[in-house]
């Protein structure tokens, strides 16, 4: 058994082994530092009355725990136990970071799929392929335009999903019939088409190789007749659709008892003159004013017997 250390004169102890009077006494730093076992040899009574804890000792107890330490180090201060649970928290964060990168990698292939799953049937799949058989065709005249006809003419499109057909190139398609002035086309799901023709009305005829064409406002030939019949035969400049626009234009301005009389009509392009069934001449001029120049024509045809009747200028109508 060692002998008690010796104290000094007055029982007083060394400065730095004094109790702290700064109010650190009970804190956990002396916990950190009183648990330390003592060695063997230690008596039992040496046991009871522990030498108390240094300020120097409690500030480097301190230092120790505030300072921040790698997960290794931490485990030997806060123990064990602290330690795994911290390994495994961090574990389960990458396992759930992963999971949840996984899932988000799975759905975007999914959605992935199913959009090109889906831009594949709407677009390749014969489940929206065009059948002709089943369109619906209206306004055709079933002479120079019928339903077969129009159906016919667009067999080229057969098989081509509903979707990826395009409704104009259907119609130029339906109007390469000269008799068909246009056409207007509508999808009917899921196969189908609606195809709505308007036919060409004739307006007047023109002369040709064995026989006359029927002539509409836009100076399309378009059916061909043995006769001029009560037509009235035109002439129409280099510019067709010019010629045939002016001549529409005083054709219709005419009423019906003059309009029947009309024989020819001549256009230049810029001037329109015509022929009566009873050989008289009437210079029309341009389209400007076609109303007022009917109205004196009319007039000057019931009340003045001429053979030459001018109403170019309305105004000052002139008859020779």
């Not at 002035?181 to 196969?191: F, G």
């Not at 406002?217 to 059916?223: E, I, K, N, P, R």
Request: charge should be neutral; avoid cysteine.
């Amino acid at each position: 058994m060692r002998p008690p250390s010796p104290r000094r004169p007055g029982g007083s102890r060394p400065r730095d082994e004094r109790p702290s009077d700064t109010g650190e006494a009970g804190s956990p730093f002396d916990e950190i530092i009183a648990s330390t076992p003592e060695p063997e040899e230690v008596g039992e009574a040496e046991k009871t009355t522990r030498r108390p804890v240094s300020l120097v000792e409690r500030r480097r107890a301190r230092s120790v725990v505030d300072r921040p330490l790698p997960v290794a180090d931490a485990a030997s201060v806060l123990g064990g136990e602290e330690a795994a649970d911290l390994g495994d928290r961090l574990r389960e964060r990458h396992r759930a970071r992963r999971m949840l990168v996984a899932r988000r990698i799975a759905l975007t292939l999914v959605t992935l799929a199913l959009a090109g799953g889906g831009a594949w049937v709407a677009f390749f799949s014969p489940i929206f392929a065009f059948s002709s058989s089943a369109v619906i065709v209206s306004g055709e005249d079933g002479a120079l335009v019928t339903a077969d006809s129009v159906r016919s003419s667009i067999a080229s499109f057969e098989g081509v999903p509903l979707t990826r057909l395009s409704t104009s190139a259907v119609a130029r398609a339906v109007e390469s019939n000269v008799a068909v002035r246009s056409a207007t086309v509508t999808r009917r799901w899921p196969t189908s088409l609606r195809i709505s023709v308007t036919m060409r009305t004739p307006m007047a005829v023109e002369a040709g190789t064995g026989g006359y064409q029927l002539v509409d406002d836009q100076g399309v030939a378009f059916q061909q007749v043995a006769s001029a019949g009560d037509y009235p035969v035109v002439t129409l400049p280099e510019d067709r659709s010019v010629g045939a626009a002016d001549i529409a234009s005083a054709l219709g301005a005419l009423d019906d008892s003059t309009r029947s009389q009309v024989a020819t009509v001549t256009s230049t392009g810029t001037q329109v003159s015509f022929t009566l069934r009873g050989g008289q001449t009437v210079k029309w001029g341009t389209n400007a004013d076609a109303p007022q120049k009917a109205r004196v024509l009319a007039t000057l045809l019931a009340n003045v017997k001429a053979t030459t009747y001018d109403v170019s200028s309305p105004n000052h109508p002139v008859t020779s």
